[in-house]
């Protein structure tokens, strides 16, 4: 009696969960493993969800594993050449080289494991078929999951010359109210295709939006849709519409290019919904007065370069060969120095966005660059000064923007500084406003849905239908037709029928007439037609 007991304890147990699903349910124990492939040959990782898949696991690029190695590559490097050494010349204190480079590689290589490997190893980006999980440290681990069905755009950069040649970069997701980023990627425009198709199976997959239900009334249904029209607020000019979009595939950004012909992108990128208003240009006072002395100086020089060796000066023509490499050295120099002055003003703007500000630096074309940023919202106060009166009557001055908690940006020698200051307040103002909106047209939204189905239901409840029209019918007939529409039929009497085409049995008059409005289950009085008699004849 007990085995037959055990054996049916045994077959009445709870089963046994498989080892796949008892290690993703994401319990808390201890380890550093958060990714595992299972016996269906697919990765799952702690926290996974019954319906998700594994699509793709990204690290960071190799190179990046590199840099970190190269003392343990130096000290390798250092106990070869000591081999050699020792082969070339033997002496005892190589064995003692040896034993302190073996040590120190040794070290350097817990030190590496330790330090940068298992960081590598752990910041890692899982693809899923519904979202991007971020996992990175290792005693103090943190996770960011980002569901993919809030992404509106995906973009992506290879942002250094190293990247460029390597294949890696930073692929930029754009989402609803923020913004996340996947750096030294490798191979980014892959990850960007992989990631827009993951987006396009989600959005096919879900259902369309239904529209809210409408009372049937058209009246009524003309009031609804009205209340609940969204405003958009007065759009702002776009100052990109007139610069070529260069690369689409790439992270948004201002379309502007510096560096002239070298078409040098803005390192700025902008977050969703961003886009450019104005692109605001120091005024060509400053760069006339920062040309005017290599100008002056050219004009001087050039001339005088051929001038003087002509008057057959002893000491020009005993060193004309060092006069003209001189000379030429300084006007060469000159024009690139224009060229230089010329370039840096041009790449000297500032960005007004729909959302921020920028201030771009940009020095020799390509080898510097540097920006500062500002919101709208953190904008305290804002004021021009003119320095003095020639700036007066050029309509030239300086933009002073005070920032809560940071320091004042400067928009320095501007042309036409009030414009400037009314359309940081223009777009400012914007900004608040289309928020505002934004709230109101969500609420809207949520109103109009409410409200469709309150006024469906009153009205399906309360509707009114006028009478059929009955006659001609049978009495059958006539029953189903009302009943179809909710009322009910009672014979009120008959009425002899003096038209052969009417035959006994059907409906000659009804009450109330026909298209009269009735509550639902209300009563139509018929009278039914009869074969007409002798005395009925008589009296007609």
């Known amino acids: ?141 943190e996770r960011q999951s980002t569901p993919l069905d809030n992404v509106k755009q995906v973009g992506m950069d290879l942002d250094t010359a190293w990247g460029f040649l390597l294949r890696y970069g930073t692929v930029h997701i754009y989402l609803v109210g923020g913004d996340f980023i996947m750096e030294n990627i490798p191979d980014p425009r892959a990850m960007k295709d992989l990631i827009d198709g993951i987006i396009e199976k989600i959005r096919a997959s879900k259902p369309k939006e239904q529209k809210p239900p409408m009372p049937g009334i058209p009246q009524v249904e003309e009031v609804i849709v009205g209340l609940a029209k969204a405003k958009e607020p007065p759009p702002l000019e776009n100052a990109d519409e007139k610069y070529i979009l260069r690369r689409p595939e790439g992270r948004l950004g201002p379309r502007r290019t510096f560096g002239g012909i070298l078409h040098i992108p803005c390192e700025v990128r902008y977050l969703s919904g961003e886009y450019t208003v104005k692109y605001i240009q120091r005024s060509r006072y400053v760069f006339y007065r920062q040309i005017l002395v290599p100008i002056l100086a050219l004009c001087i020089l050039l001339p005088l370069s ?21 000379m030429g050295t300084i006007i060469t120099l000159l024009v690139l120095s224009i060229g230089i002055i010329f370039t840096n003003y041009a790449d000297d703007v500032y960005i007004l966005s729909n959302k921020r500000m920028f201030d771009i630096q940009r020095r020799f074309i390509f080898f510097f660059e540097n920006h500062r940023e500002l919101e709208y919202k953190n904008i305290k106060d804002i004021k021009v000064i003119v320095p003095n009166v020639l700036q007066r009557l050029l309509d030239i001055g300086d933009v002073y923007v005070d920032i809560s908690g940071a320091p004042t940006l400067i928009l320095p020698t501007v042309d036409h500084p009030f414009f400037v200051l009314d359309k940081i307040n223009e777009i ?82 009804q009450n109330p007439p026909p298209g009269t409005v009735i509550q639902p289950g209300g009563e139509i009085q018929v009278v039914l037609s009869r074969r007409a008699t002798t005395a009925d004849l008589m009296e007609f």
């Open 1 to 141: 009696m007990s085995s037959k007991a055990n054996g049916q304890r045994k077959n009445t147990s709870t089963p046994e969960t498989p080892y796949d699903e008892l290690w993703r349910s994401g319990r808390s124990r201890f380890g550093v493993q958060h990714l595992r492939l299972g016996r269906d040959k697919k990765w799952h990782f702690a926290g996974q969800q019954q319906d998700e898949t594994v699509v793709k696991i990204v690290r960071e690029h190799w190179w990046f594993l590199v840099t970190s190695a190269l003392p343990l590559i130096g000290a390798l490097v250092l106990l070869l050449l000591i081999v050699w050494g020792s082969g070339k010349l033997p002496n005892p204190i190589w064995s003692f080289l040896e034993i302190i480079v073996v040590v120190a590689i040794f070290g350097a290589l817990v030190w590496f494991i330790w330090k940068d490997f298992v960081k590598w190893y752990l910041n890692t980006y899982i693809v899923t078929s519904k979202r991007i999980v971020h996992s990175h440290g290792v005693l103090q681990p």
């Open 306 to 326: 051929f001038y003087i060796p002509s008057t057959s000066t002893p000491f020009v023509s005993s060193h004309l060969t060092q006069w003209w490499i001189i």
């Open 428 to 509: 400012k103002t914007h900004a608040a406003k289309a928020e505002g909106l934004k709230k109101d047209n969500d609420l809207k939204k949520e109103l109009h849905d409410w409200f469709g189905k309150v006024v469906t239901s009153l009205v399906d409840s309360t509707q009114m239908k006028g009478a059929p029209n009955l006659e001609n019918m049978d009495l059958l007939e006539a029953m189903g037709v009302a009943n179809e529409l909710g009322f009910q039929v009672n014979v009120f009497g008959e009425e002899p029928s003096t038209r052969p085409e009417i035959p006994p049995g059907r409906v000659m008059h």
